[in-house]
């Protein structure tokens, strides 16, 4: 329920801002138990003045910047974008390089879940078929042979969760040689191989693509289970509609039924085993963000990201825009020198990128995040950065890259993705995700058909409203009701029993499912 007391919080000593913490925010007027006095009325999770401000006066969150003042206001007074101007970019230049050493955090052992063993040594938590297309051409005929699937063959393999076509806009009108198509190409090859999809490799072609399925899966780029193999040079089993044997589109859709049920009596066969939480390959993204987010649900999945990490899982930090702002933090966490320079390689390809479209990093917040309370891009990167905890940075990827590419098996790793939900939902499948938790503080229904999505609110009202689709209700910190440890704990255990199938999340349930959106930065003809 909403608090009588008038509450501000305060995420720093040195800080000069706080927001309100009130449901339905304060009324000008409002007096504070420390005898702060509100000038304006200050909407819920918005900042208000500490103290006297004048022109141009550093305004700081987290010890933190976040901008200048552009008129004088007194102590009480509503700080809103509108009056803050945003600090410039940190350089890249300069940057503490693997200063922040630590000692390592303790080992958390005697945890696992049941998951499902790959030949190439992956765990998945879901036994998924997945269909893979070269070309967006073909989604149409993939979307009616999926549903016959579901509705005539999935109930003869109780043990396969689920069929999903991995449907995509890319394929064909692109520069497919250009330098940056490798991205998408290699986004699409590594989400076939995700650990979910039991190694089992089925495509769906058009035939006159751009993106020939040999292209797109070479052979010898997946492992495959000795009773699959057919010869030598195994490839993946493909259905291609322009193949002169098929006469009409019945003909497409028997074709395609026949080859799928193949891979579903293979995925049938699998069964769930005890396996380490070690495991556990977890993505952490914010979306529909708020002041909240790096108050309550941000910091508690830092706090889960560490106890991870403890458990020799991996974790996958990303969104590029949503970070850059905190660069300094993020290079001087690097475990080498290494990894701080790969993190600063990223960042600056990003930078030439939104230069070429003529986008700078405050094009990130939206009007959304305002009402939030964020201001801009400063204040929500230091609420994002809280989601990867305190454990060193152990790895970097760069967009549609696996962890094996880059020989990665455990730890916190940066894998550059935009901010856009849906394209870094996308890529961190591609690096071989097999769970994800996803915080939102305005609400968003996001979901994924190929892996389970964990919703954290930042907010209690929020999770009231929302109670059939949130997770976890994280605003219980702000609330004074949990701790961040405790929701922290929750989370963890939570992930092994979604991990083990004993428990769906809201987005399984309902089968909410965002479309897979590949990351294209070459030029499309």
């Avoid at 063993?117 to 998924?128: E, F, M, P």
């Avoid at 999340?505 to 294209?520: D, G, P």
């Amino acid at each position: 329920m909403a608090s009588r007391t008038p509450l501000y919080i305060k995420m720093h000593e040195a800080d000069n801002v706080a927001i309100v913490a009130n449901e339905g925010g304060l009324d000008a007027g409002t007096r504070f138990a420390d005898g702060l006095t509100l000038v304006d009325r200050v909407p819920q999770g918005h900042k208000l003045a500490l103290t006297d401000l004048a022109a141009g006066a550093a305004v700081r969150r987290y010890n933190v910047v976040i901008g200048r003042m552009v008129k004088a206001v007194p102590a009480g007074s509503w700080i809103h974008e509108r009056l803050l101007e945003m600090p410039e970019a940190r350089s890249l230049e300069g940057l503490p390089i693997a200063t922040a050493q630590r000692e390592p955090l303790p080992p958390l052992e005697g945890h696992s879940f049941e998951g499902y063993r790959n030949a190439d040594g992956s765990v998945g938590t879901r036994n998924i078929l997945a269909i893979t297309q070269t070309v967006q051409c073909v989604s149409g005929v993939v979307d009616f042979a999926v549903e016959r699937i579901k509705r005539e063959l999935l109930p003869k393999y109780p043990n396969v969760d689920d069929v999903v076509a991995l449907e995509h806009g890319y394929g064909c009108g692109v520069a497919i040689d250009a330098p940056d198509a490798v991205v998408p190409i290699r986004t699409l090859r590594n989400i076939t191989l995700n650990p979910n999809f039991g190694n089992e490799v089925m495509v769906v072609s058009l035939g006159c693509e751009k993106l020939q399925p040999e292209r797109l899966l070479p052979p010898g780029t997946f492992a495959i289970a000795p009773e699959q193999a057919k010869g030598e040079g195994v490839g993946a089993d493909v259905v291609c509609l322009q193949d002169g044997a098929h006469v009409g589109f019945m003909s497409m859709i028997d074709s395609i039924l026949r080859t799928a049920e193949q891979h579903l009596k293979r995925l049938d066969a699998r069964r769930r085993e005890t396996v380490p939480a070690s495991a556990l390959v977890v993505g952490v993204q914010c979306g529909g963000s708020d002041a909240f987010s790096g108050v309550t649900a941000n910091p508690a999945v830092g706090f889960c990201t560490d106890l991870l990490v403890r458990a020799g899982a991996t974790v996958m930090f990303s969104e590029t825009t949503e970070v850059r702002d905190g660069i300094a933090q993020l290079t001087a966490r690097a475990a080498s020198p290494e990894i701080a320079d790969a993190m600063i390689r990223e960042m600056a390809w990003y930078d030439a990128y939104l230069k070429r479209g003529s986008a700078d990093r405050s094009a990130n917040t939206t009007p959304g995040n305002k009402k939030g309370g964020l201001s801009n891009i400063v204040e929500k990167a230091m609420g994002s950065i809280v989601k990867s905890g305190s454990a060193p940075i152990s790895g970097v990827l760069s967009p549609g890259e696996k962890l094996s590419d880059r020989g990665i098996r455990a730890g916190l790793v940066y894998a550059a993705t935009p901010a856009s939900d849906f394209i870094c939902g996308t890529l961190q499948l591609a690096a071989g995700m097999n769970l994800h938790v996803f915080t939102t503080g305005r609400g968003t229904p996001y979901g994924l058909a190929e892996c389970p999505v964990i919703k954290v609110a930042t907010r209690s009202e929020l999770a009231r409203r929302w109670h059939d689709l949130m997770d976890i209700n994280a605003g219980r910190i702000a609330d004074g009701e949990a701790t961040i440890a405790e929701v922290g704990w929750e989370m963890f255990r939570l992930m092994l029993d979604v991990a083990s199938g004993r428990k769906k999340t809201w987005a399984e349930q309902w089968q909410l499912h965002n479309q897979l959106v590949l990351f294209n930065p070459a030029p499309v003809t």
